[in-house]
């Protein structure tokens, strides 16, 4: 029976992008139902989430994307595999990736042997030949420059991405700012609103401190 329950799920789910292979299966295993086309999709109202696990794959992901990336812009060959250390303030979060880390390094090119992560923030002095992505607040990568080419592409993308979260905070510090949005939004949403600016103040921060780093005289 939990067989069945679950191909009905999948049947109804897959019905909107493969109506027809979807509708002839429902016919062959549920021959007495109503037609799938009628049938309602799933109510997951009620099934727990696991937020923290998204937000972990949210991380790898962009782990991977902000790496690959980098290695797009420094021209980096597709077979090339580099080295990369990841310094994660979230010691859940930490683990995770680790356990994670052959997932990393195949879709980011990585050499696996060469992939380390470390619990806290990177020294600010040992940045001299590596560049430093800003995943996200608490999250960094650093990726040897020997590997990489020059920083100029390094830099223009830190500036852009300083940019990017300079109008995150300026947006949410005007929206906390509005005495309608505080008088009428329940607290809850007020406190995430809180909560995403701390993040974006913090990511922002840690960009301003990578350019700092490339260019300590600006």
């Not at 607040?137 to 940019?163: F, I, Y």
Request: glycine fraction near 4%; hydrophobic fraction near 45%.
């Amino acid at each position: 029976m939990t067989t069945l329950y679950v191909w009905r799920g999948v049947l109804r789910l897959l019905h909107p992008t493969m109506p027809y292979i979807s509708t002839e299966l429902w016919d062959i295993t549920f021959p007495e139902a109503d037609p799938l086309i009628s049938s309602q999709l799933p109510d997951v109202s009620s099934c727990a989430v696991d937020q923290a696990a998204i937000d972990h794959f949210s991380t790898l992901r962009d782990s991977v994307v902000a790496i690959r990336n980098a290695r797009s812009e420094h021209g980096v060959e597709p077979k090339e595999r580099i080295a990369a250390h990841f310094f994660v303030q979230n010691d859940v979060l930490l683990r995770t990736l680790e356990q994670e880390q052959a997932t990393i390094a195949q879709l980011a090119r990585i050499e696996i042997g060469k992939l380390g992560f470390t619990i806290g923030q990177p020294e600010q002095g040992d940045a001299a030949d590596s560049i430093e992505l800003v995943v996200a607040a608490g999250v960094v990568v650093r990726l040897p420059t020997a590997q990489l080419g020059d920083q100029t592409r390094h830099r223009d993308r830190l500036l852009k991405q300083a940019e990017k979260a300079q109008a995150t905070v300026q947006k949410l510090e005007a929206r906390l700012a509005s005495k309608n949005f505080r008088a009428k939004a329940p607290a809850s949403v007020v406190a995430k609103v809180d909560g995403e600016l701390a993040e974006a103040a913090e990511q922002l921060s840690t960009i301003q401190t990578q350019l700092q780093k490339l260019d300590p005289a600006a």
